[in-house]
Structure formats: C-alpha cells, structure tokens
C-alpha cells in the first residue's frame, strides 16, 4: 500500500492506467473466448483448415494493433518536427516498440495459418512482403534509435527517418501487388486467385469486432505504460545531469 | 551593392536557379575532386560489385537451368550492396576528417550539399554500373544493356542515391556509422528493388513494353517522394553541428 500511496504521489496518471489495464486484460480475456467458443465454424473449410481458420482473429487484432503502431510513429514523427517537444517523440518511439511486438505476432499467427491453408508457411504475397519489411523498418529504426546519445538528435534523425519509413511502406505493397497475390481479400471479397478465404457469417463478425477493439485496448495499455516509462526516463537523465554538474 | 565581395554575394543566396546549380556543382565537384586524389570509393565499390558477380555465378551456375531467371535479381542486389559500401564515405571521410563543420560553414544551402553530394554519389554509382552491366553480360551470357533496363536502372540509382546519401547523413552522427547504414537503408529502398527486378524482368523475358511502364512509373513516384522529403527535411539533419 504505501508503494503505491508513493507511486500515486509521483504520478497522476498511475491509478487511471491500472484501471486501463484492467479492462485491456479484461478485453483480452473476451477476445480469447470468443475466438476460440464463440465464433461460430467456417462453413466452407473443413479438417485443420476449420481449425487453422480461428487464428485469424489473433491475426487481425494483431493487425490493428500494428496499424496503430505505425499511425503512431508517423504522428508523433510529425508532431517532433512542428513542434520540437520531446513528448511527440516518446510517443514515437513507444509506438514503434509496441507495432514491432504486434507486427511480429502478425507474421507468426499468419505463417501458422498459411501451413494448412496455403501449404506453405511463407509466401511473397504483396500483404506479406509489405508486412515483413514494416517489421524490419521498425527494427532498424530501434536500432538507429540506439546509436545517439543525444535525446535531440536521436529525436531529429529518428524523426526524419520514420518519414522515409512511411513514404516507402505503401510503395512497396504497390510495387509487390505488380506480381501475383493469393492472400485471401476478406472484406472485399475481390481476390480471384485467393486461397483459404471464407464468408463471415454473424458470429464471426461479432468475434471480429471484439478482436479488434480488444487489442486496440491492448495496444493502448502497453503503449501508455511505454510512454510513461520512457518520460520517467528522461527525467532521470534530466536530474541525472544536473547532479553531476 | 558593389563593394559585396564574391563571398558575400554568394552568402547572401541570391541569383536564381542558375546561381543554386552552381553551388550544387561546386559541391559535387569537391567531392569529386576529392574522389580522383584518394581513390577511396569507386575502386572499392567496383571490386566489389564484380567480385559479387563472381560469386554469384559460382553460386547458381550449377544449379540454375537458364540464368535469365537469376540475373535479373543478381544485377539489384550487386548494385544495393556495392552502393551501400560506397554511400558512407560520403560523409564519412568528411567527419574523420573534420570537414564537415567546414562544409556545413560555406555559404550555401544545405539543400545544395545534399544534392551536391548525390550528385557525386550518383557519378560513382553511374561508373559502377557501367563496369558491372558487361561483366554479366561475359559471366552469365545475358545481355542487360537494352534501353528499358538502362532506363529503369538509371532511374533506380537516382532514387538510391537521394535517400542513400541522406540516411548516410543520418548515420555519420550515429555511434554505429557503417555498420548501420545497411540496416536502415535496405527495408526503405524495398520498392526500388521489387521495382527494379521487376523491370528487369519483363525486358528479359520479352513480355512487351506495355509491362514496363508501370514500373517506371513506381521508380519515378519513388524518386520524386525522396527528393521531396529530402528537400523539406534536409535542414533538419544539420540544424547543430
């Protein structure tokens, strides 16, 4: 009790930020019954295929969170260089973190679904390919991050190359849709050539809005607390500094 | 207004765009200069981009039925790798050198180093593949020098060379320098490569010219977006020394 009495005093934010995570938890519980029990069988697959199917709520809530992740980077890069304020860019750098874990669990959950579905883990698809360099971008730009030890500069240059991130991203999903695509269009329901798709019948659409609202909660719970984090950091650097001189 | 002496005049960033040109030139040609006296970059990036060739003919000759199928991938990925080796000395011969604040000093944009420096990137580039193109066509026996590849390859290396030399920027103030370049430049030039393999491809599988315009029209909204980006963000880079 008195930890968190002490915690509170230090930080406004704590006790509203453990009550978020308790319904991203909450949330997430949901998304886990609902994409396993609830959602009803797709009818037009059956054996593994059926089975394999049930990842795709994983697949597409990852997906969001990801998205948000990559929204979030190019916001704050842009918000750094209008306005010069360190906040923007903890927000990017928060965010790219957090996109990487769920960008990463994207390319898993789908490689796992793609073994039954497509008979093959990996494909260059423009979906995947798009999605895989993203991942690497946002490695690299951690790994940029890492090389400066100045907050500004590291800020400036990490800022100057999440714009090139986001300018090359949807390029390369245009470029790789030039060739062939398999991946299955589920919304749009236009892909020809796709392999594995299937219709959403009224259970699945609900287990699909859940999965989607439940990690964009979840996405938000790690990136606030990533946040939080890293401005705490840079206090302590900022008091740091100042005992030194 | 006539006692401004040459300097001044120059500083005082006026006279058009032909006055802006001749401050990109006197740039490019520093570095070029710079190039014929040490002889630290073409040399190596084409010693490595025939070795690479080498390598990879002894890589796929056993195994590949028709190099055509290879050749169009081998051409991209010599080039990515060999100017990845070149990029940074751009700036990094000037920071072991402690020219760079000097440069950053001289009476002109900053947008017109940038683009001086490319320009001198885009010249050792441009060698390079001039050397590279005939050591394919002796080692694999494909002939790459066909209008729509030159093209599409010139194309590529001004839109390599725009963010290349940027990022090589970026990374000359990181602790990394060098052995980051590659990992921050590679994921970024991606559309360039698919780009440029597929290119590359239509011409040498002969499936018409109406196949490769659009390729070149993504290697073209690729460079236009770089240098456009590069053009706002450039200040950013050097706003402290």
Redesign the interface.
Known sequence: MSTLSRATDTDRWFMSLLVFDAIAVLAMAVVTWAGLLYAGDAVNLAGVEQVAQRIFYFHIGSNIAALLGFLGSVVGSIGY?VSRRMAWDRWAAASVEIGTVFGILVLLSGAIWAKPAWNTYWTWDPRL?TAS?TV??Y???M??R????DAE?RA??A???A???F??VP??Y???R??RSIHPIVFDGGNEEAQGGFAIGPTMGQTLTMAMIGFALLFFALLFHRVRQLAFEDRLNAVQERVYE | MAELSGAERVRSREGGVAAYLRRVWAVAEKDVRAEMRSKEVVGTMAAFALLAAVVFGLAFDLRVPRPELVVPGILWVIVLFAGVLGLHRSFGSEVERGTLAGLLLAPVERSAIFLGKAAANLLYFLIVEALLLPALLILFDVNLIEPFILLGLFLGTVGYVG?GT??AA??S?????ET?LP??L??????LF??GV?LTSVILDNRGTAEVW??VG?IG??DA??FA?AFL?VD??W??I
């Open positions: 260089l390919t360099i690497l971008i490695i690299a730009y790994l940029f890492n090389g400066f030890d500069t400036r240059f800022s100057v190359y714009m090139f991130a300018l090359s390029l390369t245009y470029s790789a030039l060739f | 963010v940027l990022f970026l990374t103030r990181n602790r990394a320098k980051l990992v921050v590679l994921p970024v030039l991606a559309p698919i780009s597929g659009p390729w993504i909204l690729y977006l770089v980006i963000l950013v880079i706003e402290q």
